[in-house]
């Protein structure tokens, strides 16, 4: 039976939304009633469906609305993997959250997902003792269920009717939204818990953008960020800056994102090294758990890495990179605030702005979780607000322009 026995949840959470409508998927019994009793801490969640395989999940999704999947990858009869394309054939708008242990492997088989349209990761534990005692890591789950699920009834409101309105027996069920044989990826990790899914709305005023060409690019993103940075640095091949890039991501992940960027992207990327120069034309990731400062030794830019406190609950974090990218290469700073969720980047983006750089926002239609973007343009320090497929051109533009 897949509806599973619990507490009663409140037909309206205290904010005055329905529950959102978890599935569980996962191998272990366990594991499943460890993630459902974590998730259903939280009165604006209910898990509704706990299957053993990938298999069990595509039935259960074809007779239930589900606004978010947590998808293990490594099950029998059919693995996350290869579940995931036939998941969101039944339902395109459905946000997946792919769940493994941190090996290099599932990393890259992570990486893979998002690629086919998963929305997110999260590294589980590796014991079931750990997964009981991990606050972390509850917290983390439990807010990106929030955020996806707010994505996933924007996307198709009939969700959100559907958690309204109890099952009657011998009713139809909501009617599911039209499969479709090819799904526009989403993707995304997160790191750490962010203070809030989505920022407060109001008016987005543009600034002018400085009549400069930038002496260095600097981009932050979290949910929905590898996806992102794969479109974004698809453009700046030819670029002769240096791309300094914070994307919330725990440490293995980090090195198979750098990878992935140097192959699909044709820019050489890596990691960064403490100590090292800063070259030109290269991209530098923040490792997974240390912050990337941008130091001056000798006369040249170089790499530090911290283990400096977690800043809006991350690290890496991009508030930090940005306030050191100022300090060192003062106003000629072009920054660039992609899709995630919380307001990582605002503080620094003040700064940047201040200094007399220019920070571009991704818009909110193309984001995942217009999160740390809508900070950024809510706050009026934005050059320019972008759909995703636009940003790449927009920052090659500015970068090749002659120097001022």
């Not at 890039?245 to 050489?268: D, K, S, Y």
């Amino acid at each position: 039976m897949n509806e599973l026995p619990g507490k009663t949840v409140p037909a309206t959470a205290p904010t005055g939304i329905e529950p959102y409508r978890v599935m569980v998927v996962d191998d272990s019994a366990v594991i499943r009633g460890l993630l459902t009793r974590s998730l259903e801490g939280d009165p604006e969640v209910k898990v509704v469906a706990s299957v053993a395989n990938g298999q069990m999940a595509i039935n259960t999704l074809q007779r239930q609305t589900i606004d978010v999947i947590v998808l293990d990858i490594e099950m029998p009869v059919l693995d996350g993997l290869s579940a995931l394309p036939h998941l969101l054939n039944v339902d395109p708008h459905v946000k997946i959250v792919m769940a493994s242990t941190l090996t290099a492997k599932n990393a890259d088989i992570s990486l893979r997902a998002l690629k086919a349209g998963a929305a997110d990761y999260i590294p589980k534990p590796s014991s079931t003792r750990e997964l009981t005692s991990a606050d972390d890591f509850k917290r983390e789950l439990t807010e990106k269920v929030k955020a996806l699920g707010m994505a996933a009834r924007k996307a198709d409101p009939r969700k959100g009717q559907a958690a309204a309105t109890p099952a009657t027996p011998g009713a139809s069920p909501m009617p599911r939204p039209t499969p479709v044989g090819n799904v526009a990826p989403t993707t995304s990790f997160t790191l750490a818990t962010p203070i809030r899914p989505k920022p407060e709305p109001g008016p987005v005023t543009l600034r002018p953008l400085p009549d400069f060409r930038p002496d260095i690019l600097a981009i932050g993103s979290s949910t929905g960020g590898p996806q992102a940075l794969f479109e974004v640095l698809s453009h700046l091949k030819d670029v002769k800056q240096p791309i300094l890039i914070t994307q919330h991501m725990p440490a293995t992940f980090t090195t198979i994102l750098a990878e992935h960027i140097t192959r699909q992207c044709g820019v050489q990327c890596a990691e960064a090294k403490e100590g090292e120069v800063i070259v030109g034309g290269r991209a530098y990731v923040a490792p997974g758990d240390f912050h990337m400062l941008v130091v001056q030794k000798n006369g040249q830019n170089c790499l530090t890495l911290t283990k400096d406190p977690p800043e809006n609950f991350c690290r890496p974090a991009v508030d930090p990179m940005l306030r050191s990218i100022v300090r060192a290469y003062g106003k000629r700073v072009l920054v660039t605030i992609l899709t995630g969720m919380g307001h990582d980047g605002q503080r620094g983006s003040e700064v940047v702005v201040q200094a007399g750089g220019a920070v571009l926002g991704q818009d909110e239609p193309s984001s995942v979780v217009w999160g740390m973007p809508g900070a950024v343009a809510n706050a009026g320090l934005c050059s320019a607000v972008l759909p995703l497929k636009e940003i790449g051109p927009y920052i090659r533009k500015i970068a090749l322009r002659q120097a001022a």
